[in-house]
């Protein structure tokens, strides 16, 4: 019978930046939930490239939790003194109640433990700004795990009651981590390309992370995929996925395909996974007039097209990061129909420095997701 004490194990980041250190630690505590809030003890979170990002201050990291595609369970509470947790099964959990002092919530529904929840990139928004009103992934105001608040890489979080993210049955948590982060952001991607099917879809950077789930979605939609990468294994992972072609940058003629395959014109809409100027500079010169380049790869340098080529061909431009709660519902009914699967390496949380460092050097195909212990 397992008892646990107060405190709980994560991953630790020293020194957020270029001499960042991650440690497993044990004795970090466990969140007080607020009246609104659930608290959270988390089965598996996803590893995102963005993670490494700020870990190593490529971006700003202001608390030493990282992580941002936690799946777990809503539980009732915790004591002051220590939470004691007997798991009766894979996910249910008997609290000894006449040790807690702190019910999480005291506003929330009671309905609400025992659900099944994700924690991702948009934890929290204000709903009360301009841009609120337009679109709340944009939330001046927002509060992202691993950036502004402790992230996934911990066995237990707070989450606001509202929105929660609830994961259907019909996928495992192993397999809806990834939809948290790089499902969502690519699925929202793609649907503000406004493409009809039949249309043709560019996705550079086809064969990773994003990419994978990229080509699944767009086939779903009934999209034409011209899937762009490198490779013998990610050509058959693309094409197995749905990819109508698949050229191979390195050694492929991608200029003279595409408009083969495009009655000269070149595509409708391009997605840029790859974070690289060159990536981009390949996603513009592809689009046929009128064509629209949403940028997700996180490339630092200018865009490679100027204002001038802009007006003459007519192209647009989005950004775009993660997506809002709707297109999250959507995306996981997709996955939990059969319609997506993510490709996953399951790791144990002990891994994650190992995991951390394969991400670095691009050595992990699709998506890496690591237990958190029990
Ligand atoms: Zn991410
Ligand atoms: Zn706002």
């Not at 971006?59 to 941002?68: D, E, Q, S």
Request: net charge neutral.
């Amino acid at each position: 019978m397992a008892v646990r004490t107060e405190h709980q194990i994560g991953a630790w980041v020293e020194n957020p930046g270029p001499d960042a250190r991650v440690v497993i630690r044990d004795d970090l505590p466990i969140p007080s939930p607020s009246a609104e809030e659930v608290l959270i003890k988390l089965d598996c979170t996803g590893v995102c490239h963005s993670d490494l990002y700020s870990i190593t201050g490529k971006t700003p990291m202001k608390v030493n939790i990282a992580g941002h595609e936690g799946i777990g369970h809503i539980i009732k509470g915790r004591s002051q003194r220590g939470l004691r947790i007997y798991p009766t099964s894979k996910w249910l959990y008997t609290v000894n109640v006449t040790d807690l002092t702190v019910v999480a919530g005291s506003n929330v529904s009671q309905d609400l433990i025992g659900k099944r929840v994700g924690i991702k990139w948009l934890y929290k928004y204000c709903d009360d700004c301009e841009i609120c009103s337009k679109d709340v992934t944009y939330c001046p105001n927002q509060k992202n795990p691993g950036r502004n608040v402790l992230g996934t890489f911990q066995q237990y979080i707070c989450s606001m009651a509202k929105p929660l993210t609830f994961i259907p049955d019909g996928i495992s948590s192993e397999l809806a981590a990834p939809l948290l982060c790089a499902g969502i952001t690519i699925y929202s991607a793609i649907l503000k390309l406004r493409l009809k099917p039949g249309e043709w879809l560019l996705l550079p950077g086809a064969g990773g992370g994003l990419g994978h789930l990229g080509v699944q979605i767009a086939h779903a939609l009934g999209l034409k995929v011209i899937a762009v990468d490198s490779g013998e294994s990610k050509r058959k992972l693309c094409l197995e996925l749905g990819a109508t072609r698949f050229l191979d940058f390195k050694v492929d003629d991608v200029d003279k395909t595409v408009k083969e395959l495009t009655n000269g014109y070149g595509v409708h809409g391009a997605v840029c996974l790859a974070g690289n100027k060159a990536g981009y500079a390949q996603a513009i010169a592809q689009l046929r007039n009128t064509g629209v380049l949403v940028c997700v790869g996180l490339a630092m340098e200018e865009l490679p097209i100027s204002p001038f080529m802009m007006i003459v061909r007519g192209i647009s431009v989005f950004g775009s990061s993660v997506g809002t709660e709707q297109e999250m519902k959507s995306l996981l009914e997709m996955a939990s129909e059969g319609k997506i699967k993510a490709i996953v390496d399951v790791f144990d949380f002990q891994e994650l420095g190992e995991v951390l460092e394969k991400l670095r050097i691009n050595g992990i195909s699709g998506r890496a997701v690591v237990k958190l212990p029990i």
